[in-house]
């Protein structure tokens, strides 16, 4: 099975993970994209959108996941990294959540740019799905052995501009075709 060492679970409105998964193919990253997006449109709506962000190399992964995911949430768009125009919105049909924000904050400096795209209003809407590539130039949240849940609490205490991601998801390289992904909540 795909999802060996690793859990899904409801615990209340979040997903409650433990472990990593290791893909030995693309198809196989999308398939867990797609899985995550359909436990995801189980849940209720919350206070806010449901965000994740994505983490890792270049060429770990993230877009290919979040293919999988496009195609969990019934979006045929094709799903391309944007990179270069920053945030793409997707309507997802037939949910209780409206859309999916792909955003890429790879040419961002820091939480200031992407407060200009009115993210603030986009996460504080419960009908929205939000995956952040590169949440590290937005987050001051570092992906280091856990510890994500206290960083991202420290975080609260501090400027408030933005709240942590309701989860982290890591994308590790072994190699050309092996990618450890770990999913952790915030």
Known sequence: ???KKTTINYKSRWLSHRGSTTT????????????LAKKILKLPTGKG????GLSGNLGGGK?????GVAKGLKIKEKILSPTF???KRFHIP???????YHIDCYRLKDEKDILELDFKSIISNPKNIVAIEWPERIYPVEFAEGN???????FNRGKKT???PTFIIRFKFIDRDKREIIIKNC
Do not use: C, W, Y
Request: net charge positive; hydrophobic share 45%; proline share 2%.
């Open 1 to 3: 099975m795909l999802i």
């Open 24 to 35: 030995k193919s693309s198809g196989q990253t999308q398939k867990l994209g797609e899985t």
């Open 49 to 52: 959108a449901v965000v994740f």
């Open 63 to 67: 877009t290919t996941f979040l293919q």
């Open 85 to 87: 125009v920053i945030m």
């Open 94 to 100: 037939d949910s209780t959540f409206h859309n999916f």
């Open 148 to 154: 994500v849940l206290q960083k991202a609490k420290r």
């Open 162 to 164: 933005l709240s942590p």
